[in-house]
């Protein structure tokens, strides 16, 4: 089975930026869609983003114009990048394959 692993989460100022990796096992993403997620303190998985095998984007209405979702020419990685961080952006951000999650990467944008 496929294995994700989400990494590049941190502390950040709000207005500043991260990058998100998602790592398969295999070059999945170029298979498959895909899509990163989020969880705040309290609150349910929301969508963030998606990526299709064919390479349609797709966002979130409070992300758009901030985040960028972008894939490796190999398939192996998927990268969330993110700008003009609020701190509402603050959780744990996954990504996610054929129902398969990864463990996570926390972010935490203070004002």
């Known amino acids: 089975q496929v294995r994700l692993e989400e990494s590049g989460g941190g502390p950040v100022q709000a207005g500043g930026s991260l990058r998100l990796a998602c790592s398969a096992s295999?070059?999945?993403?170029?298979?498959?869609?895909m899509a990163w997620y989020r969880q705040a303190p309290g609150k349910q998985r929301e969508l963030v983003a998606s990526?299709?095998?064919?390479?349609?984007?797709d966002y979130a209405d409070s992300v758009k114009g901030r985040f960028t979702i972008a894939r490796t020419a190999n398939g192996y990685t998927v990268f969330l990048l993110m700008n003009s961080l609020k701190p509402e952006d603050t959780g744990v951000y996954y990504c996610?394959?054929?129902?398969?999650w990864g463990p996570g990467t926390r972010v935490t944008v203070s004002s």
């Open positions: 990526l299709t095998r064919g390479g349609s984007k």
């Open positions: 295999e070059n999945i993403f170029r298979l498959d869609d």
């Open positions: 996610n394959i054929r129902g398969i």
